[in-house]
Nanobody
């Protein structure tokens, strides 16, 4: 089992930027796929971006062109750079690793969730 720790959330004005980090307790990102999700109260957790073990990145239509995934294997960390943030991006953001990449999407591992980091976009 891998432990994941998200960080980098906060309060930002519309149009601003944030960079979220997902740090893993072991080298999992170069071995398995991973995903970033977000959740608002009362709604299902939504997959916003995911990356394969060989570094291919995929994005939900709602964030395409604004969010970018990157990876630092030496630090066992994946980053989610978010720009041009909108109020509707407000959510708790979670990372997940070790799930399955199939047919262009990521299916989460039930046992590998971080604690989440709050992103609030508001003026």
């Amino acid at each position: 089992q891998v432990q994941l720790v998200e960080s980098g959330g906060g309060l930002v004005q519309p149009g601003g930027s944030l960079r979220l980090s997902c740090a893993a307790s072991r080298n999992i990102f170069s071995i398995n796929a991973m995903g970033w999700y977000r959740q608002v109260p009362g709604k299902q957790r939504e997959l916003v971006a995911h990356m394969t073990s060989d570094g291919r990145a995929y994005y939900a239509d709602s964030v395409k062109g604004r969010f970018t995934l990157s990876r630092d294997s030496a630090k066992r960390t994946v980053y989610l750079q978010m720009k041009s943030l909108k109020p509707e991006d407000t959510a708790v953001y979670y990372c997940n690793a070790g799930g399955t990449f199939r047919s262009g999407t990521y299916y989460s591992s039930p046992s590998s969730w971080g604690q989440g980091t709050q992103v609030t976009v508001s003026s």
